[in-house]
């Protein structure tokens, strides 16, 4: 059964830190690429950042290029994402997302990713 459990979100003042991780199971975890989205109260969802299923190719939302990073550790069947200088607009849910397409090119489209996690709650004050 395919699993994604997200852990690491909470409340941080703007301009703070936090490092999300998602831990897979269910399928051999080095073969697809990993993706992270999140929602807002009242938003479509919306894509942040994603990694090919070797690592080697990263993919950001112009919003979070530069304070945002993806990487993953396949030995741990975890992908993470560090999120630095935080904003308040940076609130929202934030899911874990695996394509099931056998080491494909990553995508940065929603709807073509297959598992998803439950979300964790990130809120960041002013």
């Known amino acids: 059964q395919v699993q994604l459990v997200e852990s690491g979100g909470g409340l941080v003042q703007a301009g703070g830190s936090l490092r999300l991780s998602c831990i897979a199971s269910g399928r051999t975890f080095s073969d697809y690429v990993m993706g992270w989205f999140r929602q807002a109260p009242g938003k479509e969802r919306e894509f942040v950042a994603a990694?090919?299923?070797?690592?080697?190719?990263?993919y950001y939302a112009d919003s979070v290029k530069g304070r945002f990073i993806i990487s993953r550790d396949n030995a741990k069947n975890t992908v993470y994402l560090q999120m630095n200088s935080l904003k308040p607009q940076d609130t929202a849910v934030y899911y874990c997302a695996r394509d099931r397409r056998y080491r494909r090119e990553v995508t940065l489209t929603a709807y073509e990713y297959d598992d998803w996690g439950q979300g964790t709650q990130v809120t960041v004050s002013s």
């Open positions: 990694i090919s299923w070797s690592g080697a190719n990263k």
